[in-house]
């Protein structure tokens, strides 16, 4: 009898066994399928659009600018969306991409949503696309620059710290941490900032056609409501996604939008990327670093 219950559940045993056996193949290819597999029939079929994502403090425009020129240079991509929730982070990053995209909206239309947050460096990097749309509920503008540190010198007094300088120049130590700054030294961070912020206003004013004598209206570092943002025509939209998506169908011309699916692993590794650079800018962010 016991044999023969062994021989009836033989196949379930060989099964358990082989599961026990081979558990760590199986998780890693159940990992495989879960971020690769793509069983829909759109892998047969070339995709016309894209979406590439803008989310959290633009620290590096790297990842971005590889999206974008790769979008460039595919002659099957008729048009992007620049789907955007950031507030904003390093000057020079949010310029290099701001000045992508106006490249690419030369080529094939750009339309830049905002999804959540649309602001200072964020707003920057979108201005040149074809129209700008924002969810609702999202917060617009707030273009400004900002240059911001620490002043430990009573600190390093508790603690017994004294510290050394050697320079040569007279702004070279200009945004130090370890004293107050000068009279002459806040002067010369002001003239940068002051320069990077006409710069910024200069750049929406003609992107956006507005008069840059305006700019108390438009900038200044207000930050507005999708609604807001709209009267000062900062946006040209107040609407949803869908309504992204479709404008930016009329605009390609595209009969039939097939939408470029995003590579699962990399969205997830960009996500534990992008959370760490975030992270760090807080926390350990250069005291010499304007920030839009």
């Known amino acids: 009898m016991l044999n023969f219950f062994k021989t009836l559940f033989s196949p379930i045993t060989a099964i358990l066994n082989f599961i026990q056996t081979y558990f760590k193949s199986i998780v890693f290819i159940t990992i495989l399928i879960i971020f690769f597999g793509d069983t829909s029939t759109q892998k047969l079929q070339v995709s016309n659009l894209q979406k590439i994502d803008l989310t959290g403090a633009i620290m590096s425009s790297d990842k971005i600018i590889e999206q974008i020129n790769k979008a460039k240079k595919d002659t099957n991509i008729k048009g992007v969306l620049l789907n955007v929730n950031s507030p904003g982070g390093a000057v020079a990053p949010s310029i290099e991409i701001a000045y992508a995209i106006k490249e690419l909206n030369a080529l094939k239309p750009v339309v830049a949503y905002a999804s959540g947050t649309m602001a200072s460096g964020s707003y920057y990097a979108s201005i ?35 510290a050394q300088t ?5 702004y070279k130590e200009s945004g130090t941490f370890t004293r107050a700054w000068s009279d002459v030294e806040k002067a010369e961070l002001n003239s940068v900032i002051k320069d990077t912020y006409n710069t910024f206003i200069s750049d929406v004013a003609n992107a956006r056609k507005l008069n840059i004598k305006d700019h108390k209206i438009f900038a200044d570092a207000h930050i507005f409501t999708a609604t807001q943002a709209q009267k000062v025509k900062l946006i040209d939209k107040v609407a949803t996604l ?28 960009d996500k534990i990327i992008q959370k760490t650079i975030t992270n760090f800018a807080i926390y350990f962010q250069s005291n010499l670093k304007a920030s839009i």
């Open 128 to 162: 040149w696309a074809k129209k700008i749309i924002a969810n609702p509920g999202s917060m617009i503008g707030s273009i400004g620059v900002i240059f911001q540190g620490a002043n430990i010198e009573e600190l390093m007094k508790t603690l017994g710290i004294k």
């Open 242 to 269: 869908t309504y992204a998506k479709d404008q930016l169908i009329k605009l390609s011309k595209v009969k039939h939008p097939i939408w470029k699916k995003e590579d699962k692993f990399d969205k997830f590794m």
């Open 166 to 170: 050697i320079k040569a120049g007279t």
